[in-house]
Structure formats: structure tokens, C-alpha cells
């Protein structure tokens, strides 16, 4: 009788014995799963960022010889993220009608040399300038002006003979008279010319805003001001929610003024500015002034812009 209890006891430990490794075997594998998926989705996440990353920087060429050198890239970029090595690789299809290219950026990974997953993304990027965006919509604000004028020109970077009186405009720019020619110069923060006109300064300012639902990135990367002749524009001027923008003309300036760079799925409202006569004339002109006096600057506020999905402006 003891004996029977005894084999009866040990049958049952046993079994429990085997329950209970089951049971371990079953948590340690759904562990081991558990670490797989974690593995997968930061790797995912990873690659996301990476493509994303990649497509904004090919984004960010919005000037002509820029645009014009975008290509396939010849061989993969090799980016280690954590404990994972990432291959990233795009391609660059010219199209026509209208003017654009297609870009598809790729990241795949693995393990030993053996690439086992693949994220892409892509997008359609067409070279933006404020004659061609307004041309590419029908403008109710009257005609484009097709040969913008200036009556001033771009700085060479040279030193300027002003620089010792020169006034600080608030932007990293800074304002000069040249004492032998009498030009107005403005300059940047070394002091060397990058704009000069006969007769003073006009300053463009505005903001440029993200409506609700858009494809351009909120930190706005790559997009800028830009005028259609000479001129030179300070983006961003403050650290503000909507930023502000100022793009310094001449007093003769006349042409437009738009923005380049934001998601090709959205649109500029207004497609762009259009300033039919000297912008120096404009009845909304404001001197500015200093405690010294009045500067050789004027501003014209407001000149703002909201990117938005489509539709009319609001």
C-alpha cells in the first residue's frame, strides 16, 4: 500500500514537472517573440526616419543648378542605427509635363549581409520659383510681370568701406552707406556686401503660415522666401510661431515676391505677390528709424503667405 502511495506521488510530480516546463518553454518563446517584434518595430521606425530624412534633404535643393544635379545616387549609404546597419539608396526619374522629377528613396536591412526588409518612400519634386508658381495657376490679382527689374545688385562679398558705420537692422543684416560711391549697402554679419542699391532700402516683411492638414513639414525645412530679381531675403527673423520673413529690395524694385520649397501636394496662398511699380512708391511704406535718426530702410508690412491642401484662399 505505502508503495503504491509512493509511485502515485511520484506520477504526479512528474507530471507537474512537465506542466511546468511547458509552461516556461511557452513564456521563454513569447519572450523571445516579444524582443523579435520589439527589434522590428524600433528597426522600422528607424528606416522611416532614415527615408524621411533623406527625401527632405533632396527637398531642400530649391535653386536651378541645384534641382538640375539631383540624381540617382551611385552606390548604397551604409547608416548604423543602434546594433542595425541600414543600406539607403534613391532614385531620380526626370518627367515632363509639367517639368518635375520622381524620387524614391529605399532603406533595407537584415542580418549577416542579407537584407531582409525594405521601407521606401517617394515623392514628386518640381523646381519652384514665383514667376513659374504663378504662372502655373490663373492669377486673380492681374498679370505676371514677365521681366522683373531692380535697379540694384547682388553684393560680391567684398568688405565694405561703411562697415564702421554701419546700423544693425535686427536680422543679422546691417545697413551702410559707402562713403565713395554713396551707396546704400546692406551687409551681412562679417560685414560684407551683399546687396547694393542707388538710393535706400525697402524692406519686405511678412510671415509665412501652415494651415491645418498639410504635407510640408511643421519645422518648415527648405522652405524660404524668394524674389524674382535681385534682392536678398532673411528667413527665419524670429524664433515665432508664424515665423517672420524680411527680403530687402531696392526703392525701384519691381516684380515678385513668393515662396519655394513647401510639399508639391500643397499650395501658396497667395501663389505670389506681384508689385507692378517701383516698390519704393507703395502708399504702405514705413521709414524705419533708430535713435540716431531715420535709416535709408523703409518696410512694407503684411507681405505674409499661408501654405495650405488647396482650394481658394482664405
Known sequence: M????????????????????????????????????GWELR?????LHLAGDKLAELRTQSEPAQYGALATSD????????STTFERTWTVTPRADPPRKEIAVAVTWGSAGRPTHRMALSSTLAWQDPVLAAAATEPPAGPLIPEPAGGGMQGDKTLSE??????????GTWVATNPTSGEVELLDGDGRVVLKVPDGLVRLKGTITLAAGVHTRVDLTGVRPLTS???HCVWPVEATRPPVFHCYVARQWYGNLGVVGFHSHDELCPAVRRYTAAVGTHPDLVPVEEEEGS???????????VIQRGGPCE
Open 2 to 37: 505505502g508503495g503504491a502511495q509512493r509511485g502515485s506521488t511520484l506520477i504526479e510530480a512528474l507530471a507537474a514537472l512537465a506542466v511546468f516546463s511547458i509552461s516556461f518553454a511557452a513564456i521563454a518563446h513569447l519572450q523571445l517573440e516579444l524582443l523579435r517584434r
Open 43 to 47: 528597426a522600422r521606425a528607424a528606416a
Open 75 to 82: 552606390a548604397p549609404e551604409s547608416v548604423t542605427v543602434g
Open 162 to 171: 561703411g562697415r564702421w558705420d554701419a546700423h544693425d537692422n535686427g536680422d
Open 229 to 231: 530679381a535681385t534682392g
Open 295 to 305: 535709416l535709408p530702410v523703409a518696410e512694407l508690412p503684411h507681405q505674409d503667405f
